[in-house]
């Protein structure tokens, strides 16, 4: 997870252009997901928005735009991109696009993770667009898990995507919508 000070030092003032080139939720949904589609779908058909993220989203009082970057292949997107759909769809005060990430590289190279084009990833604005934080690739707790998996060397990473999976499962998008909604609230 990003700090809101260190996402405006490297984004651009606004990013209307990948705004307006990205693709409203249901649209992606239905015609830009290939791989895995079940499995977005599945997701999305159970991912369901807690009454205590919509009270926080009301206490705050703003309209917040997310600019996803995704691709339909991967795993964390597969989990995640659907929360953030539901979310969008559920709450007044989310608007949301996805944009590929293989076809903005340039976007991509603006939200590294450790030098790496991880994905999914939440570029967090205002209603100007004006970037105010970011979130990914994935829950923090998460992340240190995959990284200390890794970096052990003991298993393969198809078994640790499988405990990645569970994860998921066992989270339903709590944990990233807390951290979501705490950048969203240190950004005002």
Known sequence: MTTTAETRKSAPESLETWWNSGYKWDDYLEHEVAEHR?????????ATTPVWALEALEDM?????LLVIAEDWCGDASNLGPVFGRLARDSEWIDMRVVKRDEHPELMDMYL?????????????DEELRPVGRWGPRPAELQDFVIREKRKGDRPVA?????????YARDRGRTTLRELLKIMAEAG
């Open 61 to 65: 009082g703003r309209t917040w735009k």
């Open 159 to 167: 078994e640790i995507y499988k405990d990645t999976r569970r994860w």
């Open 38 to 46: 079940d499995l977005w779908l599945g997701v999305y058909r159970r």
């Open 113 to 125: 993770t450790n030098g790496s084009r991880s994905i999914p990833i939440v570029a967090i604005t």
